[in-house]
């Protein structure tokens, strides 16, 4: 096999198995001749900088590891390349100077353990910061094992810092990758960065996890106590879901995939937890400790708790209209502001405000009576 140049390199290390990223394929493409083997490489990322063209990519898909799951694992027949920290940099700065880019989200397989290869993740970002000058959006991955001063020293460095779980427990995390430690090597990087951050006075940057979701045979409950925790002792800024799906030559090639409509309902319950000032024990499980499919996390609640007892939207405070189906932040704030103008009588008035209200219509009373709904606009 002939030597690969940079470009070829990027397509096999730009990656979309690492989702701790909310980001989309994006269509840009270099008006040049290497512009197709950009293809793929590039993705659009909602970051704290607003949405960006983003290249997300590893530094080497080699890895030592031998994770059930994962496609770059060591022993499987699979084309590997490697890229410098230098050549990153420098590539990166070309594509940004082009207007391609304007953040990278940087990640690793893992060779020589984990502390070398955080060194190399931070050679490339210290050459984007100090030599190049790079100040847009920057993400970087902590790597499994990763000592406490490089934690320290990449969120010097990064707008988001992130490791990924991959399974809410020890014990679960002993099916997807056997020879990796759930609470010193994972969880502790991720309690080291709330640590310097209380120690700066709450700066810093936010950081966010992953699980894979099924092969490991955890339930909706594990999944969303440990996402609850972290929320609530870590301030983690997202945690992300990835469904299951098996990849060939891989140990769990034989096993079936994860419904996406259940990575869906994890998404909505963790919202509820971080944004709605919802609890772990106000969601609905089944017998297995899983969310239902058919019907969202909040309507469920909404279902057992507002049917009968609606809420009076002239009143409730703007805890009580988050719990409404159909009224999210946005919403509730545009209630408690049309109501210093006057009393909301009907529908048509909460329309006027910007709210699609046939959700939330049967959880509700506008001026002590229930609104009139079409029951056929009542959808999922």
Same mark, same amino acid.
């Given at each position: ?33 290497? *512009? ?11 970051? $704290? ?26 022993? %499987? ?28 989200? #940087? ?20 050459? #984007? ?27 010097? #460095? ?15 995390? *002993? ?41 490991? !045979? ?96 002239? %009143?409730? !405070? ?25 009393? #909301? ?25 229930? $609104? ?9």
């Amino acid at each position: 096999m002939g030597v690969m140049d940079t470009l070829d390199k990027l397509q096999l290390l730009a990656t979309q198995y690492e989702p701790a990223e909310e980001t989309t394929v994006a269509g840009t493409v270099v008006p040049s001749k290497s *512009a197709y083997k950009l293809s793929g490489c590039l993705f659009e990322a909602a970051t $704290p900088h607003g949405r960006v063209p983003l290249l997300k990519t590893l530094l080497t898909n080699a890895c030592e590891r031998d994770c059930f799951y994962c496609p770059f694992r060591a022993g %499987r027949n699979f084309r590997r390349a490697t890229l410098k920290p230098d050549e990153l940099a420098q590539t990166f700065e070309a594509m940004y100077r082009a207007g391609l880019v304007k953040g990278l989200f #940087l990640s690793s397989g893992i060779i020589g353990g984990g502390v070398r290869t955080q060194d190399r993740l931070l050679a490339t970002a210290e050459l #984007l910061r100090e030599k190049y000058g790079f100040r847009g959006y920057l993400h970087l991955k902590l790597m499994p094992g990763a000592e406490r001063a490089q934690v320290e020293r990449a969120m010097q #460095l990064a707008d988001r810092v992130s490791v990924n779980l991959e399974a809410p427990s020890s014990e679960r995390l *002993a099916r997807l990758a056997p020879h990796k430690v759930f609470t010193e090597e994972l969880l502790r990087p991720l309690r080291w960065v709330e640590e310097i951050r209380r120690e700066q006075g709450g700066r810093g940057p936010s950081q966010v996890t992953q699980f894979v979701v099924g092969p490991a !045979g955890e339930s909706d409950y594990e999944l969303l106590a440990t996402t609850e925790m972290l929320y609530r002792e870590l301030r983690l800024a997202r945690a992300y879901y990835a469904a299951f799906s098996p990849v060939p030559d891989t140990p769990l090639d034989g096993h079936a995939p994860t419904p996406p409509l259940r990575e869906r309902r994890l998404y909505q319950a963790s919202f509820l937890l971080r944004d709605y000032h919802f609890r772990l024990s106000d969601l609905a499980f089944d017998a297995d400790g899983n969310l239902p499919l058919d019907v969202d996390p909040k309507a469920a609640w909404a279902q057992r708790h507002l049917a009968e007892r609606p809420v009076e939207l002239n %009143r409730a !405070g703007r805890e009580e209209l988050l719990r409404i189906p159909g009224i999210g932040p946005k919403g509730a704030e545009a209630i408690l502001k049309a109501r210093r103008q006057g009393a #909301l009588r009907d529908l048509a008035d909460l329309r006027k405000i910007g709210l699609m209200p046939e959700r939330a219509a049967p959880y509700i009373l506008l001026d002590g009576r229930r $609104p009139a709904y079409q029951l056929a606009l009542l959808g999922g």
